[in-house]
């Protein structure tokens, strides 16, 4: 629904045959209960959209006579769509009113064309005897719609005539980036390692490269959204500046996965973001990305954004601030409109650790970045770390209490602190899961038991009030290191367990951890097999058919440089030759000019 208000009409698929392999996520077909579920979170779409509008009109009407007439409109509008109809039912009474409905881009006021996915049998009669298409033919005639029958899988082979469906997958499996598991068999030692991974199909790639975006100014970023219908934890507008990230930091599948880095002009970025925020009527923009400080234009864009930011109360916020870049001119520039808490990310406690992971943070880094918060005002900082890290020991745990406390007496010690206010320090810690096609993917990820030992060892540390511990579940994080890992056998385990109830799991009410451990052990799967076992460096893994760009010896030599404690710096300074420049078909930066 990304791009939905950008459309001219909305073509809404619905259910019209039934399969017992393919569940209902209502456990039945009712294809009006569908459309009048999916028109119903449509309205409430627009009704925050139109709330947001009606806020910002009302300012104004008070000493504007059109802002006055716009404000009685809207109000009219949203008891329309208060009583369950579509603003397409709208009766416009002037050419102002018309204006004023096409600038809102309201999804409800767009066309809709229903189509009715029957089964094969079903389109020979155009659902003729289809009791469900009949129902949605009649509900789209009271409402001025439009009803076309189609079945997905004739629909790919109509062009070609009778074409398989076996023919088709193998055709698509030809384009890059497109995996078909089934084309592809697993064999596996005795030992439950796997042998290897071969196509069982002609002309099927051997390894799969991944499809990459060259140049993303050639795709703007999506300016409309559908805004949630209730409070949601990211609850702002969002722009991607950039994608990928040159940190190299050894924990992160992401950094590894998206690279090489590519990032938006600021120039693109201003405009969609000042068109996002007048569509959904956000009032908070996030610049969002692996590592947004190290846009190379970010200052510019920041000037651009505080053109017309602070006047329609559109504060900013930059989610993945470094400590080795963050500057008096970022918190000028990001504080215009409101204040956003600071999370900075420190990932272990002693700088041995964070140079094994490849942090590249030192604790002047940190001092500095935190004596610049406190003489901006504020006084609370989240510091972000990780345990169970290669080579972690507990004086690496110790190290996190140390360096918060150290943060703590920091701002005792500063004399343009805030008079008559204390200082809260939070730290964060998530238990560390290796990751596929990272340089840790090789080792094993510390036990439960080892886990609650740091954590309670960690607590243990922290001998300040001002220091508050947060850390995460272990045992999630366990199950969390056994699907990063796992292969094509646990998907019968995932179904089975959901039959068993096993969903919503990010809900610490709904996770049932001993059912997913029964599941295992009824079907025979030792999941500790998966993350809590060395890896050999030579071994062939369930994604070494996966090209994601970052060769397997880079990954080798980066696991080795880790067991020495050795850093690589950021590949925008220098090219460690990953591999990844080959996505490209040149280098991934003019090395020529000044990338720091």
Known sequence: LANIREVDAIVHVVRCFEDPNVIHVDGSIDPLRDIETIDLELIFADLEVLERRISKTAKSARMDKEAAKELEFQERLKKLLEDGKDAILMELQNEDEEKWIAEYNLLTS???????????DDLADDGANNSYVQSVREYAKEHNSEVFVICAEIERAKKEGSVSKKELLRRIAKIPGVYIPAFYDVTYFEDGRVKAITPNEPGIPAVITKAIIKDLNEFAPPTNFVVPMVGAIQDRASIEVLRGCVRGCRFCQAGFLYRPMRQRDASLLNKAAQDLCANTGYEELSLSSLSTSDHGQLEELLDDLNEWAPKEHVSLSLPSLRMDNFSQSLIEKTTKVRKSGLTFAAEAGTQRLRDVINKNVTWDEIEKTCSLAFANGYTSVKLYFMMG?????????????????????LYYSLPKRGKGKGV?????????????????????????????????????????RK?????????????????????????????????????????????????????????????????????????????????????????VREYNKALAAQTTQPCNRACHGCGANHLLGGPCFDYSQNLV
């Open 110 to 120: 767009k066309p809709v064309i229903y189509a009715a996915n029957v089964a094969e």
């Open 389 to 409: 890290l290669p080579t972690e020991t507990m004086e690496d745990i110790e190290g996190i209490a140390e360096t918060a406390q150290k943060v703590v007496d």
């Open 424 to 464: 809260q320090v939070t730290i964060s810690c998530a238990c560390f899961v290796p990751k596929p096609h990272t340089p840790f993917e090789f080792v094993p990820m510390d036990t439960e038991e080892m886990l609650r030992a740091k954590q309670k060892h960690l607590l243990e540390s922290v001998h300040s």
């Open 467 to 555: 220091i508050k511990v947060n850390y995460h579940d272990s045992t999630t994080s366990f199950l969390e290191g056994v699907f990063a890992k796992g292969d094509r056998r646990l998907a019968p385990v995932i179904l089975e367990a959901y039959k068993r109830g096993c969903y919503f799991d990010g809900w610490e009410e709904c996770f049932k951890y001993d059912t997913w451990m029964q599941t295992f052990a009824d079907m025979g799967i030792d999941p500790a097999f998966y993350c809590q076992r060395a890896i050999g460096l030579d071994e062939v893994t369930p994604w070494s058919h996966m090209d994601y760009g970052v060769t397997h010896e880079y990954l």
